[in-house]
């Protein structure tokens, strides 16, 4: 396709995309751009606020767990402030203050007051009925020689029965402040922790549980892990908890998993006396729930905000390029030659002014326009009308010519009548000078005949009285009679003629007095015309369209020049050429020839090189088996 | 030109439709929860569990049905059982003591146990261990071990300082409904502290035969000591005769202290058991194994004094274990 055309190819579309992508690169970029930066500045700031809130829910489990220990170390100093200690030492009547501590601290399960010696004076048990005999001998243990010096002793946790976690305390018991008498031992059932593990609250989902520094979980929301002895020592956040570090451990926060697998938010701290790690853990989802929701508004704003952005580019780019559409539309329709057409824009920019100046173009080609029409319409008149005149005067032409020719046709034979008889001698004998001079009026009487005749079958064949009638004879025979008849001329004129072989079918389907005519005027024509001694040559052979036959007649005359082989058809036109022999005749032989052709539905044409000859060629229906009378009976010749 | 107002449009619809959440239908869990005894009536290990469950957000009517087998008739209850078992879709059994536990035991098939509680599973043959049963079944004990049974004989012994012999009272199994540990326990503690002990094995304390009650109006100083292995629930025909006889009757729970005139108890709080519980049945119902999840002894003990029965048998309990005691009915 050529780029000119290609460039007047519509593009639909194309403007409004490109102020779409414009508009909404600008405004949406900025618009992203600013939501994704809002985005990860809130991630990060609230990653760091969880943390830190989640640090601090471990710092506060460690503070009440810590409290809670406390707590029991506290009731356990207690029981040993009893007056009955200062009165009577560890006697039997110690043992409903042993009772009683029993009763204050469900935790504790058993507890035994030792004497200085580390022997167990009094021994009581929550689930257990003990020998009041036995006195168990402590002296050796850690829990005794420890709180001998004065301060309170936290064991190691053990799991009795292999599930419930324990831990042995031991406080001093003292007569008076600094004597020390003996140690109140008590075995902690570190169960009771799991009340207050299982209270400590992290959002909705997050849990707290405590780790010894062997690794057993003794306090868990989910009991069952205590029970069955759980190890979390593999977990880094443990590793983490129970790394050794300074005593005042700062709470921290890391991303991990938990027993379960569980992606977790962890956090930690560390209670050094007790040797223990206390854990919290919040489900990820769960700790960043706000952190995502915020997030997932600020993204829900972001996509509402970019949509509507796209939605105002799309706006804009259709209000932007709407005009030039109309532009375009309102141009094509004034190219397409709707000069009426306006176009209606109203933007108040340059826009508008140019669709002004397309109204104002519009208008100059409609008035240019309708001044020419109205130029050819007039111009149209005067031709149809002096066509009209033509064509009268062509025909009084014609009626004038066959009235002139009949009215002289009949003098001019009464004259050749006349003149035959003179010279016959019908008036008598006449000299020679007589016989010479009636000669010539005989000749000159019978070419004006021939002219009349020529004119009268001219007139006849232009007002389409000449009648074809079409039969089947012998082409070949044709032209022999017409040579036989003719021999004579060319012989005087000592000019040879041949007929060419004929190989093929020569049956023609034509009127064959209208043939004669054409074939004996362009014989005459080429005797006429070629220079004595010259010859004459008549072909004949099947035409090109297979219906047809052609017959050619070639002469050795002068030629026709180029530029005159056209006008040799028009009726009376000779041509006239320094050197040419002017020649008898007034120039219709031709054009009533190609005429006659023409009415037989051929066509007739001349081939010739000046100084050599002319070749002139005719062709005519040629007889076919079926072949019905399809020729036109009468008409006229254009 | 389509797509310009398309993909904003997409995009709309993106940033609206992210909200939608999955549908959730409610299933039924079912569960059967079985009683060796008379009507439920106010049982707190029931009551317990109900709470329990519905503070785990199960409703009865409408994702839990729970489906009570009983028979005082221990064969009956089990063949009832077995019954409602063949019905099908019973996800969990709920065992309301130790008969119940070896009951549901024998027929059960896949289905999985809770006992609430049961005396010294490991013992009893329920499970290997407490922390890992390695069974179909597990729950909470009523004893921690055999020595709490001494225990309890310890601090009826406290409240009835006059006490020196003590009728055991013992369910109808063939064992007794009590182990050779827990006999030997009672036989030591009993020798400490210098009582004479006598064992009565009966289907139910109602069937408690005259012969009890003549010995104890034979000998002063008779306490009836129920053996809490069969968790004899109705003890008021036993506390009434008691009561005439001037005997103290050491019973299995605090309802029944507070409800049957029985003298005391030392035990741990069955409406705890209960509650407790609901959380076994609740993970079990999530798809947890029963031998995964420990078994869980109990963390105290309550002591529990009915002081107007006291007064109507002569007792005059010590004011310390007043003192000392959880709970006191007058």
Known sequence: MLPGINSRMPRQGRLVRKYFFIFATLIGGGMITSGLLEIYFRFY???????????????????????????IEGQMKTATLSRVVAISGLGPEYRFELSKLLYVAPAITEVAALDGQGTAQLHVSRFRALDPTEKTDYSKSAAFLQTQQGVTFFGRVYFLRDTEPYMSMAVPIERFPGSVIGVLLAEVHLRYIWEIVRDIRVGKAGYAYIVTRSGDVIAHRDIDLVLKRQKADHLEQVKAALRPAPVIQKPESMVTSSLSGEKVLSSYAFLPGLDWAVV????????????????????????????????????????VVQPLHTLQRGVERIGKGDLDFRLQIATGDEIQTLAEEFNQMAAALRDAYANLEDKVRERTQELVIANERLKEVDKLKSQFLSNVSHELKTPLTAIGS?????????TGPLNGKQTRYMTGVKESTERLARLISDLLDLSVIETGKTEVRPARFSLDGLIGEVVENLKPLAVEKGISMEIGQNNGDATAWADRD???????????????????GGSL?????????????????????????????????????????????????????????????????????????????????????????????????????? | MKFAV?????????????????????????????????????????????????????????????????????????????????????????????????????????????FLPATDPIHSGFVSSLATPRANMTGLTFFIDSESVGKQLAVFRQIV???????????GRPDGGMNNQLRARLKLTAGRLGLELSEVAVASAAAVGGEVLSHSKR????????????????????????????????????????????????????????????????????????????????????????????????????????????????
């Not at chain 2, 009551?47 to 839990?64: I, K, T």
């Not at chain 2, 002063?220 to 968790?231: I, R, S």
């Open chain 1, 280 to 319: 919290v853990e919040q489900p990820l989802g769960e700790a960043y729930e706000t952190l995502y929701a915020s997030l997932f508004r600020t993204s829900t704003l972001l996509l509402l905000g970019f949509g509507m952005a796209l939605l105002a580019a799309a706006y804009v780019a259709r209000r």
């Open chain 2, 6 to 114: 398309l993909l904003p449009c997409l995009l709309l619809a993106a940033s609206i439709g992210l909200a939608i959440g999955p549908s959730q239908t409610t299933r039924v869990n079912r569960v059967v929860v079985v009683l060796h005894g008379p009507a439920v009536g106010n049982l707190p290990q029931v009551n317990g569990l109900r709470a329990g469950l519905e503070e785990l957000r199960y409703n009865e009517g409408e994702n839990l049905a729970l489906k009570f087998v009983r028979d005082e008739n221990l064969p009956l209850m089990r063949d009832r059982l077995r019954a409602e078992l063949r019905r099908g879709d019973i996800d969990l059994i709920v065992a309301l003591g130790t008969v119940e536990t070896v009951a549901a035991k024998a027929v059960a098939g896949g289905v999985p146990i809770v």
């Open chain 1, 418 to 426: 006349l003149v035959d008889n003179m010279i016959d001698g019908l």
């Open chain 1, 537 to 638: 040559r008549l072909g004949m052979a099947p035409a090109s369209d297979a219906s047809f036959l052609e017959v050619s007649v070639s002469d050795t005359g002068p030629g026709i020049p180029p530029t005159e082989v056209e006008r040799i058809f028009h009726e009376f036109y000779q041509i006239n050429q320094p050197g040419r022999e002017k020649t008898a005749g007034v120039g219709l032989g031709l054009a009533i020839s190609k005429k006659l052709v023409e009415m037989h539905g051929g066509k007739m044409r001349v081939e010739s090189v000046p100084g050599q000859g002319s070749t002139f060629f005719f062709t005519l229906p040629s007889w076919r088996p079926g072949a019905g009378p399809s020729l036109s009976t009468r008409g006229t010749v254009q």
């Open chain 1, 45 to 71: 700031e609230n990653q760091e606020q969880i943390a830190a809130t989640q640090a601090e829910a471990a710092k506060a489990a460690v503070s009440k767990i810590a409290q809670y220990i406390l707590e």
């Open chain 2, 219 to 330: 000998t002063p100083g008779t306490g009836v000591f129920v053996v809490c292995t069969g968790l004899f629930r109705r003890l008021i025909d036993l506390a009434q005769a008691a009561a005439k006889l001037r005997a103290p009757l050491f019973g299995c729970s605090a309802a029944q202290v507070a409800e049957q005139k029985v003298l005391m108890t030392y035990a741990p709080d069955l409406y705890a058991i209960g509650y407790r519980g609901a959380w076994y049945v609740d993970r079990i119902l999530k798809g947890a194994a029963p031998q995964t999840l420990a078994v869980e002894t109990p963390r105290k003990f309550d002591l529990v004094i009915n002081r107007k029965t006291a007064q109507e048998i002569g007792l005059k309990v010590p004011p310390e274990m007043l003192m000392l005691a959880d709970r006191v009915f007058d």
């Open chain 2, 161 to 171: 300082p006059s006490l020196r012999h003590v009728i055991t009272l013992t369910d």
């Open chain 1, 514 to 532: 209208k043939i004669t005519q054409v074939l004996t005027n362009l014989i005459i024509n080429a005797v006429k015309f070629s220079p004595a």
